[in-house]
DNA sequence: ATGAAAGCGCTAACAT
DNA sequence: ATGTTAGCGCTTTCAT
């Protein structure tokens, strides 16, 4: 029952000609007489012919394939990604395939089955630096960074400017009058919190605040630890007047805990998150955050993949994104 | 500087031996001693050889390479799928490529790019039935369908019981005195819309409860419907004393738009979502809701279309997966 | 404008 | 236990 699928061959003999000609009308060759083309295609019509991509990439080195290596699959930010690219990807004809990557183990296996064993043209690698995984990748093989700023390494890199978009919180809690504030940070092993938190100082030393040391907690992005940091924050010997939490979900487990406390939001505190997730303003009250648009760098990071893999002389580049400032109702003038 | 990687013929030479032997090695082949392997083990050690997987495909027929398409990759519930799916796939040896897929345009398009090109052993599809793109598709091709009931076709299924799902909210909702009973449906073009409006429509009948239509209204899954559902619901001659919304992003939207009515949630009105989402519990208050297992779902699919791949003979599977009730904030016993 | 020959890097089938 | 010979289905030379 499985009926062998006809190849070129099939059709040239069909057609009449050599299975060579054949090749030559599916890759839109010009130096083929009007006349054998239409044959052609007749013959591809009434087999029902489709090349074999398989044979193709075989025969050309190339897989038209490329893969993206991220944390997990399932974050918002990290799909929007993933979504992006594959969407750039398929316009220039190729597929990605993504998989979720937890540590350096599974990186280097990873690696190995992709790229060593030939099975992808170029990889896009979400958060490279959270360990020592970048190491695993050879600088010719193209591959495009997300998520992490340049370090030196001859890749080309994506990245959200996750610094300037800290100091615009910081910048937006200021101007509403607030000095006294308190910051809950991802874990400092990640660029992006690392990134954040340089913005964050910077701007407090910008409007010449000094920094509270008790008012820096670090969480671990999950609405638990925002949670969890509220409670860090009431043992301090003072209370901040605003907390930007240096993502959604943790901002929103400080509101809860905020709330639970009693505290009213945004009178007696103002939070701003980051990442203005879905449903963020559906949250009471709507919360203030950071936006970002995710897709695009999915998009960027495609192109530049296929830019570096169709053309491995071009220099590595290396763009930032900018984030802008969603006001919502999380954060309010301090009272005076 | 392309230094061209070495090939088993070249670690054949190595080790003195012919290619076989060395893809026997690779493969893990009984009939080979030990001495010679260990020979072959050393010639690849020394030259950084991996077996390249295209032209193992190429050999096999095989392309170890699985593919999903799913409406869209950030939704929660279809990259939860997907994330299951990748990680069944890789434990039997498979990879999984992903690609959003709005329209029956673009799913033949992918169905020719990857199925008739044979870039795929096999194929997971989420929401087949939203229009006719299931008709691409060839009954020996190994497919498995996610997330719609069984319409008579050879294929294997999963889904979740949105059916019985629907009849535990119902259910909650009754226990608790209510008789004045909404939904919000989402698109009735999409299975699992019309799956949960029949568990509903089903319960309301096995309790008595006469069903009365202009407390029956449609969204489109987004939180906006739901917010527009509640003046819909207003409008009604009479208003319900709770409302099972489809899924979470309408009853969160019913709930902003209840709120800023001055209804106060439970006490006036009882709200039960479907999905149970990320951060459901940090609503005000915290959403009463089904929860499904998508990850399982997902591993579900790899597995059975890994089985259907490697043995074509194998009779279709229609797998149904239990929705849960979480009980949280949103739901209250009526006031009598 | 077309064809013939030679691979791409592996596995399958049949030796020995 | 190992080697030899043919492919897999296509593209890339190089002829003509």
């Not at 044979?55 to 897989?63: D, E, F, K, P």
């Not at 929007?80 to 316009?91: F, P």
């Not at 570096?308 to 802008?324: G, I, R, S, Y």
Request: proline content about 6%; charged content about 20%.
């Amino acid at each position: 029952m499985t009926t062998t699928r006809p190849t070129i061959r099939d059709v040239a003999r069909l057609a009449g000609v050599s299975h060579q000609t054949v090749s030559r009308v599916i890759n839109g060759a010009l130096l083929v007489s009007t006349e054998t083309r239409q044959r052609v295609d007749q013959a591809i019509q009434t087999l029902g012919f489709r090349p074999n991509a398989i044979a193709r990439s075989m025969a050309q080195g190339q897989t038209f394939t490329l893969a993206c290596l991220s944390p997990n699959l399932t974050d918002f930010t990290f799909a929007s990604i993933i979504e992006g690219a594959v969407n750039e990807a398929r316009t220039h004809g190729y597929f990605l395939l993504s998989a979720p990557c937890n540590d350096e183990d599974s990186f280097a296996t990873l690696v190995d089955e992709l790229v060593n064993s030939r099975r992808t043209d170029g990889l896009i690698v979400i958060n490279p630096y959270i360990d020592g995984r970048f190491h695993f990748l050879s600088p010719q093989f193209p591959v495009v960074y997300v998520g992490a700023p340049p370090r030196g390494e001859p890749f080309n890199s994506v990245a959200l400017d996750n610094r300037d978009g800290a100091g615009l919180a910081v910048r937006h809690l200021v101007d509403l009058g607030h000095t006294k504030i308190a910051t809950i940070t991802g874990p400092l092993t990640d660029d992006s919190a690392v990134e954040r938190d340089l913005g964050f100082r910077a701007a407090l030393v910008e409007a010449g605040i000094t920094i509270h040391p008790s008012w820096i907690v670090q969480g671990d992005w999950s609405a638990t630890s925002g949670y969890e940091a509220f409670h860090t924050l009431a043992q301090a010997a003072e209370f901040p007047s605003a907390v930007f939490a240096q993502n959604d979900r943790m901002a929103i487990g400080l509101m809860r805990a905020a709330a639970e406390a009693g505290l009213h939001i945004p009178d007696e505190l103002s939070i701003i998150g980051f990442d203005d997730m879905p449903l963020a303003s559906y949250f009471t009250p709507p919360l203030t955050t950071l936006s970002q648009d995710m897709w695009e760098i999915g998009r960027i990071a495609s192109r530049l993949l296929i830019q570096k893999a169709e053309n491995p002389l071009e220099p590595p580049t290396h763009t930032c994104v900018a984030a802008h400032l969603v006001i919502r109702a999380t954060t309010k003038a301090v009272k005076q």
